[in-house]
T-cell receptor, first 115, second 114 residues
């Protein structure tokens, strides 16, 4: 089965704290792609990052970093020194290499950063 | 230069009416999608088209009918609207159908059925 689990429904942190959003996926494919999207209160869905299954290098972009571990089927997202503008719902998504269905989304994690 | 644009942004209508949502992308992508986001923020695929060919037709009522006149457009027509159709509908596009490239979303259409 192809599945994405974001077990954290909602997280609240105080500004400047670090926060990690968990994403666990299931797939039998050896080739697949993982994504993170941000949905701020304004409602649009913003693409943040894509990872393919052959590239386990961690990535850092400013205050954002992503930890991809195939051994635990996880693709976690860390925000360092969180800011109020980071408040949003964050979605993890999986595109399996096989089959018709792509972009399988998790249920999202709502992050609230309090001033 | 909006990449994926959908109209209208808000749609308020009564039960039983028929309505359409339009979507256009100027990215040159081959594949387009309609997603429904419910009140709990869950994103559910409805339809996917590749070069005007329907490739995903998820289990949605046949009151929902997508139409793709060309690969840059994917419209959604909904007949006999029901209360449960109230949701945010997102159009999206991707460069390929293999799922390797990211989805680019429109800003969504908030449909409210009263």
């Amino acid at each position: 089965a192809q599945k994405v689990t974001q077990a954290q429904t909602e997280i609240s942190v105080v500004e400047k704290e670090d926060v990690t959003l968990d994403c666990v996926y299931e797939t039998r494919d050896t080739t697949y792609y993982l994504f993170w999207y941000k949905q701020p209160p304004s409602g649009e869905l913003v693409f943040l990052i894509r990872r393919n299954s052959f590239d386990e290098q961690n990535e850092i972009s400013g205050r954002y970093s992503w930890n991809f571990q195939k051994s635990t089927s996880s693709f976690n997202f860390t925000i360092t020194a969180s800011q109020v503008v980071d408040s949003a719902v964050y979605f993890c998504a999986l595109s399996p290499g096989s089959g018709t269905y792509k972009y399988i989304f998790g249920t999202g994690t709502r992050l609230k950063v309090l001033a | 230069d909006t990449a994926v644009s959908q109209t209208p942004k808000y749609l308020v209508t009564q039960m039983g009416n028929d309505k359409s949502i339009k979507c256009e992308q100027n990215l040159g992508h081959d594949t387009m999608y309609w997603y429904k986001q419910d009140s709990k923020k869950f994103l559910k695929i409805m339809f996917s088209y590749n070069n005007k060919e329907l490739i995903i037709n998820e289990t949605v009522p046949n009151r929902f009918s997508p139409k793709s006149p060309d690969k840059a457009h994917l419209n959604l027509h909904i007949n006999s609207l029901e209360l449960g159709d109230s949701a945010v509908y997102f159009c999206a596009s991707s460069q390929d159908r293999e799922g390797a490239s990211p989805l680019h979303f429109g800003n969504g259409t908030r449909l409210t059925v009263t």
